[in-house]
C-alpha cells in the first residue's frame, strides 16, 4: 500500500473535514444568496447543423 | 466491542505539518472538483431549450450568422415552430395582398416559447385583418439576431416581398450579436460561474449589460446609429414606412432602461423612422408574470399581446396601416 494511501487512512480527519466543510461552506452561501437578476443569453453561439 | 471510526489507527505515526497541510488542501480540491463535476451535468433550463431548437431550425449562414432552416417543422417544450421556405415564423407568404407587413427581430419578435399565433407579429396580423381583409403581416425575426442583421435581412427580404411596412421588433441588446462579435460562452468553471452569478460577482447582470451598449460613444451605440442610418436611408429609397418597435428587457420593472429608450427613439425619428415604444405600457405590472418560463425572461402570451396592442395603436395613431 502506498504512504499515500497510508497516510490519507491514518489521517482521514485532516482531508474529510476540510472537504465537507467546502461542500456546507458552498451550499450555504448558494442557498442564502438571493436569487440573481435572470439573464438572457441572446447572441452566444448557437450550435447548428 | 472495537471503535474502528472516529480514530487513527493505534500505530499511526505522527503527520508533519506539510502534510497536514496537504491533506487539508485534498480535502478542498476533491470537494471542489466534485462540485465542478456536479455542475456540468446538463440541466433541462433555457440553455438547452435554445440548443435543442438551434439543432434543429437553425443553419449558419455567411451573411447573417444564421438564419431559420426553409421548411423546418420544430417542438421544443411544447411548443410548435414552423418556418416558411424564405426561412420565416409561420405560413408561406400569400401571392399579392394588398398591405403586407415584413417584421425583423429577435428571439422576442420571433416569439420564443409561445405559439404562433401568440406572438405579437401575429395577433398585429389579425387586427390588422379586422381593418384590412387583404393583408398579410410575415414574422422574419430570427432568434440571436441584432440590429446589423435586420438591416441585411430588410436588403435580402424587402425588394422580393414588396411590403408596404416594415416593423422592426428592436431589444436593448439587438447592439451585441453584430459586426461578426457574438459572445461566447467562456471556457472554464462551471461551478465558479454558478456562484459567481448567485452572489452578485459573475459579472455584468442583464440590465448593467444592455446599459452599457447603448453608452454614447460606445461601439454598440455607434453599431445602433449605423443600422438606424441605414435603415432610415432605405426606407426612403424604397418609399415603405418603417416602423421600430422598442421592446422592453423584462429583466425588471420598473423599467431600468427608459433613459436609453427616450435616446433610441430620438435616434430613430432622427432618421425618418417612425417609434412605437412599449415599455410604458408595462409600468404597473408584476415582471415575473410576464416571463415565458421562470428561467426564461422572454415574453409570454400575456406579455405579447400587451405588445402587439401598444404597436397596433399606434401603428393606427401614425396613419401607418389601412383606414
Redesign the interface.
Known sequence: MSAAWTLLREHWRWWLVPLLLTLLIGAALAALAPDPEPTMPLHYDLPTR | MTRTADV??PD??P?SRA??LG??V???G???L??ELVARIPRDGY?AR??AF??LA???DTRLS?RLRPGARVEVAGVAYRVSSLGTRGPEPSASPRFRVVVLG??VTMGWGVAESQTWPAQVGRALAARSHDSEVINAAV??W?VAQYVARFDELVPALAPKLVLVGY?P?DP??TDGA????TPGSELYR??A????G?GM???AHERALHAAGSPGWRTVQRAFRTLGARCRETHIACAIALLP?L??LPYPLADEHRRLAALGRAHGLHVVDVAPTLARREVRML?VAA????PNAAAHALYADAIFRSLVAQELVPR
Do not use: I, M, Q
Open positions: 487513527r489507527s499511526a505515526r503527520a502534510a497536514k491533506l487539508v485534498f480535502g478542498v476533491v470537494a471542489l466534485g462540485a440553455d435554445v440548443r438551434a439543432e437553425v443553419v449558419p444564421h429577435d428571439s432568434l440571436g441584432g431589444f441588446n451585441a450579436g457574438r459572445t461566447t460562452r454558478l456562484l452569478a448567485r452572489l452578485g459573475g447582470s442583464a440590465t428587457s429583466t425588471r416571463w428561467d426564461d425572461t422572454h
